[in-house]
Every structure is written in C-alpha cells, then in structure tokens.
C-alpha cells in the first residue's frame, strides 16, 4: 500500500479519542470558559460569541494527547508515526466539516523531501601501521563506526592527526589546531568540551556551547583543511554511560557538509592510537587538568577511510482544510491558519537530549499544540457559521526539516498567493506562564498592531510583540511572498527537543486563551471588507524577549527550498541590516562569510556565531553566476 494509503489506517484507539471530543454539536456547547469577561460568557448571541464558546480547553488537550500517543512515535518524517498523525488530522478535519483542500479531492497535500540516509555497499576503515607493528586492521562499518548522515560521500587517505576536541574557541583563548598543518590528514577528535563538568568552565557560558556539538567540529575540521574526522565519545566524563554510534535512519538528513565524517567507538580510537603510546582517558584528562590542548600526529599511522551514502527521498504531505467563505464576493480571498505536526520522532542529531538515545520525542508544545489550536479555531469557525472570506487550515510538515511543508504550500496554494490576505502561524503555544504571549508580525500589516492590542481587550494576556515577519517558523514562508503575518509563541521551556516535552505539561486552559485571541483577530480580519495591506517593517531586530542565538546579526534570509548549488541561496534581506547595507538582494547565493566557505545555512549559522557585532567581514556570493565580494559591518541581536 502507498503511504498515503497507510496515513488512513491510523488505529480505532485514536478515532474513539476524537469521536468523543467530536460527539456533541458545536452549536448546542453553551459553558464559556471561566475566564471569559461576563458580556462573552453570556448566551451566545453573535457568531463571534458562539466562535468563543466553542474553544474548550478538554479538546485541546484531546488532541495534544492523541498526536503525542505511543504510535505516532515522535512524528518524524518519513516515519509510520507522522503517516498516521496525517490520517488522524484529515479524518478530524472531515468530522469538523472541512472541505478537503490538499490533492485528488483529499486532505493530503503531498511533496516530496529526503526522508533519510543509509548505507551504500562499500564503507571502509582501515589503518596501516608502518613496520613493526601489526601492519594492516580493518574496522566493520556499523560495529567500529558509522557516518554521520550529513558526511559527504567518497574516499580520503591521510596521516593521522589526534586534536583533542576539534575546539577552535579564539575568545576563550583555546585551539586544539593551534600550530598543526591539518591539510590532508585525518584528524580523530572528542566529543563535547574541556572540563564539560565543571560548572563555571569557560565552555558553561551559553555562547559557548556550539563548540560541544558534533556537526561544529565537522566543519572546523574542514575549514582546517582535514581530509576527513573522525569522532570518538570522550571516555573521562561518560565512562558509565552505553556507547552507541547513532544509526543513520535515526539520525537528521541535513545538508552535507564538505568533509567525510564518521563516529568511531572507542576500542576503535585506541588502536588508531596505540603508535602514540597514549589512552584517550590519559589526554583527556591532561587536557582538562591544564586547560591546554594536547593535539599530536600519530605516528607511523596512515588512514584510509571510505564512506558511501545513499539519501533516501520519500514522501510527506500537509494536511489542508477549507471553510468557504460566505460573502459572494470575498470568498475568494482566503486567511490561512497553520501550524506544523512533525516532530523529531527518536531524536537523532536535532534532540537536545542526545544520552536519551532512541527514545521517543512526542513533540507535545513543538508543535501537537499547535496543531491543536487549528483544530480549535476550525471548530470555533464552524460553530460560528463561518466567515466572510474563506479560511484554509493547514497542518504543515516537514517544519523541523528547515519549513518545507509551508514552502511546498505557497508554492501550490489552493487559492492564489496574492488572495491570501493573511497568515496566522500557532507554534509552541501550549505553555502560557505568566499570561506572557509572544506576538510577531504585528508590523507587517498596516494597522496589524492596533487590531492585536484591541482584541486582546477581551483576553487579558501580557502581549510581548515584534513587527518582523521572519522567524524559525512556517510564517516565514508566507512573509517572504508578503504575505501579512501574525506568530503565536509562548516561549520556550527546558523541554524544548527533548523527550520530556509531554501532554501532561501543556496549560490548556492557558491554550484555550491564545486561540481565543487568535481567533479574535481571525475573525475581525476574515469578516472585514478591506484587507489589510502588507507592510515590510523598516528596520527588523531579532525577535525581542526570546533570544536570538548567538553572535552577531547579519539579517540575510535564507531561501528553505532545496538547491542543488552550494551555498546559501537567499529569499530576502532585512530590512536597515548588515545584509542590505552590504548590497546583498534576494537570489544572491553566499558561498563564503569572513573567510570560511558556506557550502550550506548550518556553516553561515556557525560562522556568524564566531563574530561580534562591530566586526568588518568579507562577504562572497553567487550573482547570476558571477562571484561578488562585499564588506559587511555586523550587528548586534539585541
């Protein structure tokens, strides 16, 4: 059977779930919740008023529970988890009295994405040992090492360089390839960081944390010239925990990254290092005691390392819901509400928790409430009789990938882009604290600002807004076809890619306030007879009050579409940013950023993570197929 025949069959546990939440008419549901002001909680007189009586909090929870149950697995791409987190969103759409909106008169909208990695016939390490010695030791791919899913494929072969832990750190005064002539060799590196236990270390400061992760040593690495890495679990600080190399199809495709990379066992390690007459553990701990990198040639030991990958494509699908509008005349402009379902499944290199190895992810705040909160306003639109214009609601997939669902969407849209008149994206709301909602976008519509604050006169949340549409979220793809855009975000939590974000934890009541605001504004902007026209803000600061990462600013927007050039082909600017000032435009593809090559967006992330705001960069790009270089002067995220 097709996946899309599978994403159907989702299990009769899951149809009870949502037939109980579904049983009673959304019309005859008269309890208000609690917290609605008296002239709401009344008899519902006007639609708007039945729209809010018919946001409970119970269902929003039903559905949290259902997408974060045992089968749906974390919803990974590609997995059986996410097909049936499809069917169960499609036959929940249909129960509420959507249309259809996706392909062949269904729900589905399907495209096409790498789903996966594995491997090819021939993988290979080998070590050879100049005389005496053993002479010759070949290493079982799966058993002794495996490639990480973003190594490039093809063979290097080289002198074999140990550089503790792969750390180049100027601003902490620490370099493990400090006076090495890495070209060519093979370089075997630790994983996480000097003094990792030490609480006050230097490597604790959050800006320094990038260093622990396996794919910022890949790429230094490469920028050191490496012919290949090969990465070992550290032995001093993880001694009692189980060694496991991260097997492929659990691990996140991702963009290749210019170098064969490879995880190694430990047993592995210390053959490749017995000509240096040194253990692991004893550099290890002569590193951390002196805060001083050990790195060495080992001698006489040559290397010769083959990786052969296949990337797997496959198939994954939003999930689209249409209520026709009513006006004869503004039905065919259309609101669309949206949140992704997919998740990270068993973690693989995108987890927060890499020791919780294969354990399931469920995604419950990132994003089943999300997910949830859409099936609420679908229900709260239906009780309400509908709107004027047309409201398209969409389940995305394919976000956690790098917001390919919602790219694929724009691109295919049921209605024509420029028809739609806004776009309302719900993603993390399931953790209200304080009554502190983050609201962006709020300046991307004129008069959008003004239209937020006054519906939330009715709800009484703390609003903290910004006016850029861009962000780490499906919203993007819509501001990038200026498209008017409002972000819902509660803020992020210590549970955040880890398994421990579960349905027990969600606020709904907290939820059910968020959706009544947005649904608020949905209402006012889908029954309005003037669209709000897009505005793109003068100036775009990060995002205020939720963190920005690490770094300097730069403000290039990247273009999430997949490209078969290296590099990071560009969908937009900011606007009054480093970016702009450069002279840098949208279709310009950078290949190089103060001096490090950009082969993709997880190289230009790192590098602008090794720059502070003030720093001149040169920056290389792609213009209709001639190189330019520009002087940038970074920012600061604050």
Excluded at 193 to 206: D, V
């Amino acid at each position: 059977m097709t996946r899309a025949g599978r994403a159907l069959r989702w299990g009769l546990g899951i149809v009870l779930v949502l037939g109980a939440a579904a049983a009673a008419p959304l019309a005859s549901r008269t309890v208000a919740p609690a917290w609605l002001p008296v002239a709401v909680a009344a008899p519902a007189a006007t639609p708007e008023a039945r729209g809010l009586q018919a946001i409970r909090a119970e269902e929003i929870l039903a559905d949290v529970r259902a997408l974060t149950a045992p089968e749906m697995a974390g919803r990974a791409v590609g997995s059986p988890g996410i097909e049936r987190a499809a069917g169960y969103l499609a036959d929940a759409f249909r129960r509420i009295g959507l249309r259809p909106g996706g392909e062949a008169g269904g729900y589905l909208q399907p495209f096409e994405v790498v789903t996966g990695v594995r491997l090819a016939a021939s993988n290979r390490l080998v070590v050879t040992w100049a005389p005496p010695g053993p002479g010759r030791a070949e290493f079982p791919v799966e058993q002794a090492f495996i490639p990480f899913a973003y190594s490039e494929s093809g063979r290097a072969a080289g002198e074999l360089l140990f550089a503790g832990y792969g750390i180049t750190a100027p601003e902490l005064h620490y370099d493990d390839y400090a006076g090495l002539d890495v070209r060519g060799r093979i370089v075997l590196v630790l994983t996480h960081e000097p003094q990792e236990r030490n609480q006050q270390g230097p490597f604790r400061a959050p800006s320094a944390y990038r260093y622990t992760e396996n794919r910022y040593k890949v790429l230094n690495a490469r920028e050191h010239g490496a012919a290949a890495i090969l990465i070992v679990a550290d032995p001093l600080n993880h001694q009692g925990e189980p060694e496991r190399l991260l097997p492929l199809r659990e691990a996140s495709p991702g963009a290749t990254a210019g170098i064969l990379a490879v995880q190694i066992r430990r047993s592995a390690a210390e053959a490749l290092l017995s000509r240096a007459g040194r253990s692991l553990l004893a550099l290890q701990q002569e590193i951390d005691a002196a805060m001083r990198p050990r790195s060495l040639v080992v001698p006489e030991t040559r290397v010769d390392l083959e990786v052969a990958l296949i990337r797997e494509r496959g198939r994954t699908a939003n999930v689209v819901g249409i209520l026709p509008g009513t006006d004869p005349t503004l039905r065919d402009t259309a609101l669309v509400i949206g949140a992704h379902y997919d998740h990270l499944g068993l973690g693989g290199e995108a987890s927060l928790a890499p020791s919780q190895y294969r354990e399931v992810h469920p995604g419950a705040d990132d994003n089943a409430s999300g997910v949830a909160g859409v099936l609420a306003l679908a229900r709260a639109f239906v009780a309400a009789g509908g709107a004027r214009r047309t409201l398209i609601f969409v389940a995305f997939s394919g976000e956690e990938l790098g917001l390919l669902g919602s790219s694929h969407f724009v691109r295919a849209p049921p209605v024509a882009i420029s028809r739609v008149v806004a776009m309302f994206n719900l993603d993390m709301v399931g953790r209200l604290r304080h009554d502190n909602l983050y609201v962006q976008g709020v300046d991307t519509g004129a008069g959008l600002r003004d239209l937020v604050q006054e519906a939330n006169q009715q709800v009484g949340l703390t609003l903290r807004s910004s006016g850029d549409g861009y962000g780490p979220s499906d919203h993007t793809a819509f501001y990038l076809k200026e498209r008017p855009v409002l972000f819902f975000f509660t803020g992020p939590h210590q549970d955040y890619h880890r398994p421990s974000d579960t349905a027990d934890k969600i606020n709904a009541p907290g939820e059910a306030r968020v959706v009544s605001l947005a649904y608020l504004l949905a209402s006012r902007l889908a029954n309005r007879s003037e669209a709000v026209a897009f505005v793109k803000p003068a100036t775009a600061p990060p995002f205020a009050g939720v963190g920005g990462g690490y770094g300097a600013y730069f403000g290039s927007i990247p273009d999430f579409g997949e490209s078969e050039t290296a590099g990071v082909r560009l969908s937009g600017v900011r606007g009054g940013s480093p970016a702009e000032r450069a002279g840098l435009k949208p279709g310009d593809i950078i290949v190089g950023f103060g001096g490090m090559a950009v082969k993709n967006l997880y190289d230009l992330t790192y590098a602008l993570r090794t720059r502070r705001a003030g720093d001149e960069v040169e920056v290389v790009f792609l213009r209709e197929g001639h190189e330019v270089r520009a002087r940038a002067v970074l920012g600061s995220r604050q």
